[in-house]
């Protein structure tokens, strides 16, 4: 990808394998340390949502690769351009929830951006990921948000 333009949509992608690739082990830790009486419901949700996550990964770093760009491929890279952090190790249940509705809230904006950004270049292939990725974040963060006011 040779153009500023272009460069700036590669760079909005990577920021999303980044964030997808440091919430999908975020997602296993609360699938593996959750713990309380929403164990059972709280456990089947973060495994459907790390797998989830995967596909998200999996899509979007492709779609790099499918415009010749080079998505992050360490642990240490995708850590320093993440938005989102990892889990702290010291989260209950509920701020396992609350910290996942928070994450999703922050990366559905930053699709959001990517969407203008890629309707910019006239990439509608990759506005429509962001598209169909933001839907599914508004959804579960929506769910969340709505399990935390229970």
């Not at 700036?8 to 394998?17: G, H, M, P, R, W």
């Not at 949502?49 to 240490?76: C, G, Q, W």
Request: charged share 25%.
């Amino acid at each position: 990808m040779g153009t500023t333009k272009t460069k700036v949509l590669a760079e909005t992608l990577d920021k999303q394998v980044a964030n997808f690739s440091v919430l999908y082990m975020k997602l296993h830790h609360y699938h593996w340390y959750v713990k309380g009486e929403q164990f059972f419901t709280l456990h089947l949700k973060f495994e459907e949502l790390y797998k989830e996550a995967s596909l998200h990964f999996d899509t979007i770093a492709e779609r790099m690769l499918s415009l010749r760009a080079l998505p992050t491929a360490t642990l240490k890279e995708q850590l320093e351009l993440a938005s989102i952090k990892e889990a702290s190790g010291d989260e209950d249940s509920t701020a396992m929830v609350r910290t996942l509705a928070e994450d999703f809230e922050m990366i559905c904006g930053e699709l959001t951006e990517g969407i203008t950004t890629a309707e910019d270049q006239d990439d509608q292939p990759t506005a429509d990921m962001f598209i169909a990725i933001r839907t599914t974040l508004e959804k579960h963060r929506w769910m969340l948000e709505a399990f935390l006011a229970g």
